[in-house]
């Protein structure tokens, strides 16, 4: 039963714009909605609006393989993805919505001495910061994975396996649902079906609203969280950003029984498998190399991607494909992400999530919700800063972000 809940029918108000409002959120994604969920609860923050071009969860929130996990190397991204799945591992109770988080765990397969050397370099890192993640033989791979071919003579041999066991999954639509539903109940206005042509500055180049298909709505702080559209936004305020958008493909097969138990995830060969809750196999690719908005993507990915697939897993050689799609990521130099103040008075930024922001969904909804009610980065995601890419500072993330992204 959902508490409080007013019936059938959208679970959150679709009320018409106001003229203006404290806050206004552009992308209505997990990270958008989320962010304004925690503006209303966690600061008081209610004069907001989350404004959507299409319908909530339409982006890559809705498009994603939903794997979660937090095994990442360095300390500025370690606190963001782990301060994320300490929320994921309540997040149904919180939002009072089964978002079905599963911890079923996340394996990377190792290859070579190279995925040996860099993944065993990732469990010192992670163990010594506090976040679990251990090192297993092909064997102990099998036993967790039994579908797992790990045959000497296999054409991609394994000689290890990284595992997260915390690490899994989540229904990723539901996530933007309780997300939209617990902010609409605070007082947040959910706005479909608006898009954002414009963002007004006043002379001091603060700014004063966005221009939108159903007109001018003003708005004293403003946050960007529109993934692969974000440069796009960016720029509407004369703000260059160090993003490339470019597509990401997914696809998943017919319904099988549940045979498949965790994730798997292969860098070496471009491939990440889960199964979901109806029996699909969830397959993951690499982006294709070029920019581009359109969320589709090039027939030889997948392909490649299911030789892997097939490589891994000869067991589902014969399965059938049931439908591929694509979403469209923003991605960063260095595979990390963007989040902070502007140089435009008002304006902040969440972006740069790339092909890995699904598992941060929750952590960076509540940091930037910290960054827009206090106007600067809470110490978690202080790191992630836009002025990175001038200093040089990166934070290199490029083998954590999994596969060949
Ligand atoms: C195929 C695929 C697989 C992935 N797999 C994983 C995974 O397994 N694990 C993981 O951690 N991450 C994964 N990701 C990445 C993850 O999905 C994203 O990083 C994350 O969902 C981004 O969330 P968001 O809310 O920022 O963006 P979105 O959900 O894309 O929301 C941004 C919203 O902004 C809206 N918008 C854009 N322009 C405007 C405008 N002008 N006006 C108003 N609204 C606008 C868009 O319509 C969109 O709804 C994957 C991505 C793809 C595409
Ligand atoms: C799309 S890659 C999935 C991940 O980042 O764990």
Redesign the pocket.
């Known amino acids: 039963a959902l508490r409080g809940h007013k019936g059938w029918g959208p679970q959150w108000a679709s009320p018409e714009p106001r003229k203006d409002y404290d806050v206004i959120i552009?992308?209505?994604?997990?990270?958008?909605l989320g962010a304004a969920y925690y503006l209303a609860k966690e600061h008081g923050i209610t004069n907001v609006a989350v404004?959507?071009?299409?319908w909530i969860g339409?982006?890559?929130?809705g498009?994603?393989?939903?794997?979660i996990r937090s095994n990442y190397l360095y300390e500025e991204s370690m606190d963001i993805y782990e301060h994320s799945l300490k929320l994921w591992e309540n997040l149904s109770q919180d939002l009072n919505y089964n978002v079905m988080y599963s911890p079923r765990g996340v394996m990377m397969l190792s290859h070579n001495i190279h995925d040996q050397q860099s993944f065993k370099r990732h469990i010192n890192a992670n163990r010594l910061y506090g976040i679990d993640n251990e090192w297993l033989t092909p064997e102990q791979a099998k036993a967790y994975c039994p579908p797992l071919d790990i045959a000497k003579n296999a054409r991609y041999p394994i000689n290890g396996a990284a595992l997260q066991r915390r690490g899994g999954t989540a229904r990723h639509d539901a996530v933007a649902w309780g997300y939209a539903r617990g902010a609409s109940d605070r007082g947040v206005h959910i706005i479909q079906n608006?898009?954002?042509t414009g963002i007004r500055r006043d002379e001091t180049g603060k700014v004063t609203g966005v221009d939108t298909n159903r007109g001018f709505i003003g708005a004293k702080k403003i946050g960007v969280?529109?993934?692969?559209?974000s440069s796009v936004?960016m720029e509407m305020a004369d703000v260059r950003v160090p993003l490339q958008s470019q597509p990401?493909?997914?696809l998943v097969s017919e319904p099988l029984k549940p045979m498949f138990p965790c994730v798997v995830m292969s860098n070496s060969v471009h491939a990440y498998i889960s199964q979901s809750d109806k029996g699909e196999l969830v397959i993951?690719a690499g982006t294709d190399q070029y920019n581009s908005y359109s969320q589709t993507g090039g027939l030889q990915i997948i392909t490649h991607t299911l030789d892997a697939i097939c490589e891994l897993f000869p067991m589902f050689r014969r399965v059938k494909m049931m439908r591929q799609w694509?979403?469209i990521?923003d991605v960063t130099q260095d595979r990390s992400p963007i989040q902070g103040i502007t140089p435009v008075p008002g304006l902040f930024l969440n972006a740069g999530?790339?092909?890995?922001?699904?598992?941060?969904?929750p952590g960076s909804a509540n940091l930037f919700a910290h960054l827009i009610a206090r106007g600067e980065p809470h110490r978690l995601a202080a790191g992630l800063t836009l002025d990175r890419f001038r200093t040089g500072r990166l934070i290199d993330e490029a083998a954590a972000a999994a596969v060949a992204h």
């Open positions: 552009i992308g209505g994604g997990g990270h958008g404004l959507e071009k299409g339409g982006g890559n929130t498009r994603n393989t939903t794997i608006c898009e954002v969280s529109a993934a692969g559209h936004l990401l493909q997914a993951g694509g979403g990521v999530w790339g092909t890995g922001g699904f598992k941060a969904t």
